[in-house]
């Protein structure tokens, strides 16, 4: 069973900026896909980027269209902890944002967008100001 805990959202003004963090223990599998997802009131889960754990210096990204340039995902694999840097943040970004986990048994990546993962943490609130 893998525990996600997310961490470092709050309250910005637009323009500003966060670093979420969320910290994962007990995993047994070697390679995974993890990636952090939002929801705002009255709308569906949607993905904001997401890593594979095989990435070489976090290359194997995928971010959704709105986020590109603004936001970057990385994991610390010494760490077991996955971080969302956001810069530029716009009151559209508002949403609570969940850390997920899925385990890849394949050859190659099963990173997508699809908030179809196996784990996910509890989520940490983000709120942009205009």
């Known amino acids: 069973q893998v525990q996600l805990v997310e961490s470092g959202g709050g309250s910005v003004q637009s323009g500003g900026s966060l670093r979420l963090s969320c910290a994962a223990s007990?995993?047994?599998?070697?390679?995974?896909?993890m990636g952090w997802f939002r929801q705002a009131p009255g709308k569906e889960r949607e993905g904001v980027a997401v890593i594979d754990s095989d990435s070489i210096n976090n290359s194997n990204t995928i971010y959704t269209n709105s986020v590109k340039g603004r936001f970057t995902i990385s994991l610390d694999n010494a760490k077991n902890t996955l971080y969302l840097q956001m810069n530029g943040l716009k009151p559209e970004d508002t949403a609570m944002y969940y850390c997920?986990?899925?385990?890849?048994w394949g050859l190659g990546s099963n990173c997508r967008l699809l908030p179809d993962f196996r784990y996910w943490g509890q989520g940490t609130q983000v709120t942009v100001s205009s």
């Open positions: 007990g995993s047994s599998y070697s390679r995974y896909c």
């Open positions: 997920a986990a899925d385990p890849n």
